[in-house]
């Protein structure tokens, strides 16, 4: 147990489906980002959120649409995916960006795209 | 650009065996390196945290050195057990900017047969 929250643990959606992914973290960071492990592939950062704002978008497609609506709560809005998308997204925080601490992970949410 | 390697991508001892996992990386302009652990379909677990300016970390039977200059990283793990069978990922953290700038490998999959 991390203190790091994901739900669902797993999602199969259809490529015209709309639906949520949701973090929460108990650890009073401040920063909170969203991450896409693909098979075969280093862990890509998607999403940076510092103080609920978001700091950075690295090339992310629309289809995918970040919230923060607090420090303790991210969430990632899936619509119109395609089967590429299919990964695990990891969500991670950390006491805040500047100070370069250790990054806490959840456990991921699996997500299919068929 | 950062670019982190982990050769073998898999590796499988019998119980009981000391292992090395290898990671290395382009640009020895780091602040500093950590090993990841990471169990089939979960998130990850940070192991060990190196800062740039160190050698070694130790903890219980894992020892993970780090040699700037040649841009290398070893996790040496003693008397390996079942219970350690899972992916270990290496990664670094450049100079400039936060904490989720972790430039990943892909990761050695470990598997310790009883």
């Known amino acids: 147990e991390t203190g790091v929250t994901q739900t669902p643990r797993h999602l199969v959606m259809g490529m015209t489906n709309k639906k949520s992914l949701k973090c929460e973290q108990h650890l009073g960071h401040n920063a909170m980002y969203w991450y896409k492990q693909s098979a075969k592939k280093p862990l890509e950062l998607m999403f940076v959120y510092n103080f609920k704002e978001q700091t950075e978008n690295n090339s992310v497609p629309s289809r995918f649409s970040p919230e923060c609506p607090n420090s303790s709560h991210l969430f990632l809005h899936l619509h119109t995916l395609q089967p590429e998308d299919s990964a695990l997204y990891l969500c991670a925080s950390s006491q805040d960006r500047a100070g370069r601490n250790t990054i806490y992970f959840g456990e991921g949410s699996w997500l299919t795209v068929v | 650009k950062q670019e982190v390697t982990q050769i073998p991508a898999a590796l499988s001892v019998p119980e009981g065996e000391n292992l090395v996992l290898n990671c290395s990386f382009t640009?020895?302009?780091?602040?500093?390196l950590q090993w990841f652990r990471q169990d089939p379909g979960k998130g990850l677990t940070s192991l060990l945290l190196i800062q740039s300016s160190q050698r070694e970390q130790t903890s219980g039977r894992l020892n993970a050195s780090l040699d700037k200059s040649s841009g290398r990283s070893t996790l040496y793990i003693a008397a390996s057990q079942p219970g350690d069978s899972a992916t270990y990922l290496c990664a670094v953290l450049p100079p400039q900017g936060g904490s989720e700038k972790l430039v990943f490998g892909k990761g050695t999959k470990l598997t310790v047969n009883p």
């Open positions: 640009d020895s302009a780091i602040y500093n």
